[in-house]
């Protein structure tokens, strides 16, 4: 009786890793955030890129331009996964022409996005995604330490040119020292639309008797 008794209970056991591991299988890719990240050829995104770059207040250079990124095609990298090739060009007039920019490529899976610029790799995302997650965006390019964080996971998102109502930001970098320097990095993410918004402001108050400043900003106005 305590044979057959250990037999039944070994059963169990055993279903029950079973259905843990089938259940595991079956879990969606989008489930992890890894749509808040869209790769697809023939992808593409337009961004309204404005900002200021001084390093003094009677030195000061300003820049606006367009700039458009798209998924032009795709390839097996050494991990033997998919990385894709993304076109980047620039126009500094509604009706200019678009000029290219750079070559840069991103891939992604269930752990990581990884988006390689200038020959750079960086992990934009972790994955699964969810409030507070932190990981070291350098990890992969042998630079410092840089610790990521991600913040407001699911929240509205709204500025000037869209509303997003599931987004995520992934704070880079956040210094809010007004004696000796400020910097602000960080990127805004939308579900199954990507990048939306990204900034980049860096003011150095230690230089006297005027500060280095930039300031950059970037923001979604077309995508597809």
């Given amino acids: 009786m305590q044979i057959k008794i250990k037999y039944y ?21 989008d489930d992890l955030g890894t749509n ?8 593409y995104r337009i961004y309204n890129v404005s900002g ?15 700039l458009k990124e798209s998924v032009v095609d795709s390839f097996m990298n050494l991990e ?35 988006q390689v610029e200038n020959n750079v790799p960086i992990i934009k995302l972790s994955f699964p995604m969810s409030e507070n997650l932190r990981w070291d965006g350098n990890r992969l390019n042998g630079n410092y330490i ?10 509205t998102y709204v500025d000037d040119f869209g ?3 599931n987004t995520a930001t992934v704070e880079q970098e956040y210094i809010p020292d007004t004696r000796v320097n400020w910097i602000s990095m ?4 939308a579900e199954d639309i990507g990048l939306v918004y990204k900034e980049n402001v860096k003011i150095d108050f230690r230089i006297e008797p005027v500060f280095l400043n930039l300031r950059y900003y970037q923001h ?5």
């Fill in 9 to 29: 209970f070994l059963v169990i056991i055993i279903g029950a890793l079973f259905w843990k591991c089938s259940e595991t299988k079956e879990l969606n890719p």
């Fill in 36 to 43: 808040y990240y869209p790769l697809n050829v023939g992808d």
């Fill in 52 to 66: 200021v770059e001084y390093i003094s207040t009677a030195d000061s250079v300003e820049f606006s331009y367009m």
């Fill in 80 to 114: 033997s996964g998919i990385s894709y090739k993304i076109q980047r060009e620039k126009k500094y007039t509604e009706d200019g022409l678009w000029e290219l920019d750079s070559i840069w490529t991103a891939r992604k899976d269930n752990r990581t996005a990884v």
């Fill in 146 to 155: 840089d610790e990521f964080i991600l913040l407001d996971f699911g929240q």
């Fill in 163 to 165: 509303f997003y109502s």
């Fill in 186 to 189: 960080k990127e805004v993410y």
């Fill in 220 to 224: 979604l106005v077309e995508w597809q």
